[in-house]
């Protein structure tokens, strides 16, 4: 019997050198996959089916690259040649030329399938391989829309691109190991770093992020201190940012999304639960930075200011107030669990978890590192009291975090 090529796998199945990169979808992350590939050196082939969509990215891809040859980071002809590195592509089909399609299109799984399905289609044998920047969806479910599971990846890009150094490469479990390889090599190619990661909710940084936003609303929703309090004791800690300021940042609807996605995909468990106040943020149309006002109002320029006058809490019993040291132990003791959690159910290493929070959400430490600094033993008994006085919360200790505190041993240790 003769091996079908595409589902082969191992030493010649793999196009070992990636010259040619298509990018579907020239958006916000698109845009920016395209520039950077570009700037490695790879011929980059861009397609959007929106009318100047292609040519709005060209556009600020030049201005981005102009400006980085101003500051001298490009040289005038690297800048020239990076930007004659860029084509663009009138049909999705003409993207199977290239030896990795990287998809950037709009977060909807019926419409990543049916992009997948004309790839696959079009590609025929060409041993290309298929990646998908989605931060939500399960690549095994877009790969199954192809004749080429095996060559289906995740490529997960941080926004904005050019700046941010991770990549989450997701392989499914019907990803050859050689397709992973690769594009974890790519990745590297263009000046990132890759972690790898397996197909679950949230793959590593989205999940493991959840409880830093989730845990400081909920302090603030029980009225247990301010949301410039939060902030500011996340930021006493170390963390560049507050867990308020960066749903500002981000948009209080792409925060509210992704939480909901994680959740709908752990079927409800009440650590995902999305709080009300994101929902009411939402409602409000106080999506943040971009909207002028978020959990903060910000002045013309851009500056913040007061908190949200408007944001309904509950009003704590006198002394229930919590200080910055308790806001810091509860929220880094939960990002501690659910990084644990990560580990015990195989999303990925310990250390490929710290690097992926460190460099995909700029934490000053990787949270495991973190547990391990503040002492596990501590960290369990800060989850042990939450649960007890709110057992439907969701801060169970994982059995993982529970064992090596009690054994004093370390995740970076191999386990017996
Ligand atoms: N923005 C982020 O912070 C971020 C970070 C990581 C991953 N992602 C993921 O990257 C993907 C793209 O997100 P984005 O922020 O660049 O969105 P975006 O809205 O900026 O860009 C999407 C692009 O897709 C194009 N498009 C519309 N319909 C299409 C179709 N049928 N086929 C192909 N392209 C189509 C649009 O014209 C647009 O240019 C999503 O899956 C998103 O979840 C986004």
């Known amino acids: 019997m003769v091996a079908d090529p595409l589902l082969s796998s191992g030493e010649g199945a793999t196009p070992l050198t990636i010259a040619r990169v298509g990018v579907l979808g020239a958006g916000t992350m698109g845009a920016g996959i395209a520039q950077v590939a570009a700037e490695a050196g790879l011929a980059v082939l861009i397609h959007d089916p929106v009318v100047g969509a292609v040519e709005r990215a060209q556009e600020r891809i030049a201005g981005f690259i102009g400006r980085r040859v101003e500051k001298g980071q490009l040289t005038p002809a690297e800048g020239v040649a990076a930007l004659g590195r860029l084509a663009t592509a009138t049909e999705l089909e003409n993207l199977a030329s290239a030896d990795l399609v990287i998809e950037a299109a709009p977060e909807?799984?019926?419409?990543?399938?049916?992009?997948?399905?004309?790839?696959?289609?079009?590609?025929?044998?060409?041993?290309?391989?298929?990646?998908?920047?989605?931060?939500?969806?399960?690549?095994?479910?877009?790969?199954?829309?192809?004749?080429?599971?095996?060559?289906?990846?995740?490529?997960?890009?941080?926004?904005?691109?050019?700046?941010?150094?991770?990549?989450?490469?997701?392989?499914?479990?019907?990803?050859?190991?050689?397709?992973?390889?690769?594009?974890?090599?790519?990745?590297?190619?263009?000046?990132?770093?890759?972690?790898?990661?397996?197909?679950t909710p949230g793959f590593i940084v989205n999940r493991v992020a959840r409880p830093f936003y989730l845990e400081a609303l909920r302090i603030v929703g029980e009225g247990l201190a301010g949301v410039d309090e939060v902030d500011a004791a996340m930021r006493g800690v170390g963390f560049r940012v507050g867990p308020f300021e960066l749903i500002d940042a981000i948009g209080a609807d792409v925060n509210l999304a992704v939480t909901e996605s994680v959740a709908a995909a752990f079927a409800g468990e009440a650590r995902y639960r999305p709080h009300p106040l994101?929902?009411?943020?939402?409602?409000?149309?106080?999506?943040?930075?971009?909207?002028?006002?978020?959990?903060?109002?910000?002045?013309?320029?851009?500056?913040?200011?007061?908190?949200?006058?408007?944001?309904?809490?509950?009003?704590?019993?006198?002394?229930?107030?919590?200080?910055?040291?308790?806001?810091?132990?509860?929220?880094?003791?939960?990002?501690?669990?659910?990084?644990?959690s990560a580990v015990e159910a195989g999303?990925?290493?310990?250390?490929?978890?710290?690097?992926?929070?460190?460099?995909?959400?700029?934490?000053?430490?990787?949270?495991?590192?973190?547990?391990?600094?503040?002492?596990?033993?501590?960290?369990?008994?800060?989850?042990?009291?939450?649960?007890?006085?709110?057992?439907?919360?969701?801060?169970?200790?994982?059995?993982?975090?529970?064992?090596?505190?009690?054994?004093?041993?370390?995740?970076?240790?191999?386990?017996?």
């Open 108 to 199: 909807d799984l019926e419409l990543k399938r049916g992009a997948f399905r004309r790839l696959d289609a079009a590609a025929a044998d060409r041993l290309v391989i298929l990646a998908s920047n989605t931060s939500s969806l399960s690549i095994t479910r877009i790969a199954e829309a192809t004749r080429r599971p095996q060559r289906v990846v995740g490529m997960h890009f941080f926004n904005p691109v050019p700046v941010m150094a991770l990549v989450e490469v997701i392989a499914g479990p019907l990803t050859d190991p050689a397709v992973s390889s690769a594009t974890a090599d790519l990745a590297r190619r263009m000046g990132k770093t890759p972690v790898m990661a397996a197909d």
């Open 347 to 416: 999303v990925a290493t310990p250390d490929a978890i710290d690097t992926a929070m460190r460099l995909g959400t700029n934490y000053p430490l990787g949270p495991l590192a973190w547990g391990e600094r503040v002492g596990l033993g501590a960290v369990v008994g800060t989850l042990d009291a939450l649960h007890a006085a709110a057992p439907d919360s969701g801060y169970r200790v994982v059995p993982l975090l529970r064992r090596l505190a009690e054994r004093g041993g370390s995740f970076f240790e191999p386990r017996p």
């Open 278 to 340: 994101q929902r009411a943020l939402v409602e409000a149309g106080r999506l943040g930075r971009k909207t002028g006002a978020g959990f903060y109002d910000y002045a013309a320029d851009g500056s913040p200011g007061a908190p949200w006058a408007g944001l309904r809490t509950r009003r704590a019993v006198p002394g229930a107030r919590v200080t910055a040291d308790q806001i810091a132990t509860q929220i880094v003791a939960t990002v501690v669990n659910e990084a644990a």
